[in-house]
Nanobody
């Protein structure tokens, strides 16, 4: 079992920054692969970035150069630093984890509760 707790969302003007956090606990193997997803109203959940122990993070084209994923050394906290935010980034953001590498496919077994990010123009 893995537990994920999201925090750090909020409202910001376009061009601003936010940092999202995901506190992670539970079986280490079951959280080998982790990622951030988002879901805007009326849209499907989409992958933002995913990370694994063996390679560099993979970012969606829409956030490359603006968002950065990182973890603490113990891999107990996952962060998403979001800079140069745009109104199109408005969504509920979720962290996710699994022992299988699902990449941007939203089939991860474990999910955080989500946190709202609102970017105004």
């Amino acid at each position: 079992q893995v537990q994920l707790v999201n925090s750090g969302g909020g409202s910001v003007q376009a061009g601003g920054s936010l940092r999202l956090s995901c506190a992670v606990s539970g079986n280490t193997a079951d959280r080998s692969y982790m990622g951030w997803f988002r879901q805007a109203p009326g849209k499907e959940r989409e992958g933002v970035v995913f990370i694994n122990p063996y390679d560099r993070p993979t970012y969606a084209d829409s956030v490359k150069g603006r968002f950065t994923i990182y973890q603490d050394n113990a891999r107990d906290n996952l962060y998403l630093q979001m800079n140069s935010l745009k109104p199109d980034d408005t969504a509920i953001y979720y962290c996710a984890a699994d022992r299988i590498n699902y990449g941007f496919w939203p089939q991860y077994r474990y999910w955080g509760q989500g946190t709202q990010v609102t970017v105004s123009s």
